[in-house]
């Protein structure tokens, strides 16, 4: 499985983006997809999951304003980003994850002026 992560940008604070993950080979074993970010000097957290059945996730501090779907037909996993704050600047991976494998994609990078 390869992933490939685009739509960050800058953006100003208040603003919105939508992250996209393209997924190329079988993910017929992947059971989770994520959304994780890393701001420069800190660790990698997650923001926000989906499990193969729907179910969604999300970290404390973007709960309300991130939305994370997947289009099934397009192999495509989605992170709607609303109201973004400063604080939400990091680059942003996503992860497929089977059983007993992850996949990372190569980040994109998430820019929020105030």
């Known amino acids: 499985v390869q992933l490939q992560a685009s739509g960050g940008g800058l953006v100003q604070a208040g603003g919105s983006l939508r992250l996209s993950c393209a997924a190329s080979?079988?993910?017929?074993?992947?059971?989770?997809m994520e959304w994780y970010r890393q701001a420069p000097g800190k660790q990698r957290v997650l923001v926000a999951t989906i499990a193969s059945g729907g179910n969604t996730n999300y970290a404390d501090s973007v709960k309300g304003r991130f939305t994370i779907s997947r289009d099934n037909a397009k192999n495509t996993l989605y992170l709607q980003m609303n109201n973004l704050k400063p604080e939400d600047a990091a680059v942003y991976y996503c992860?497929?994850?089977?059983?007993?494998?992850?996949?990372w994609g190569q980040g994109t990078q998430v820019t929020v002026s105030s």
């Open positions: 992860k497929y994850s089977e059983w007993n494998r992850d996949y």
């Open positions: 080979g079988s993910i017929s074993r992947i059971v989770v």
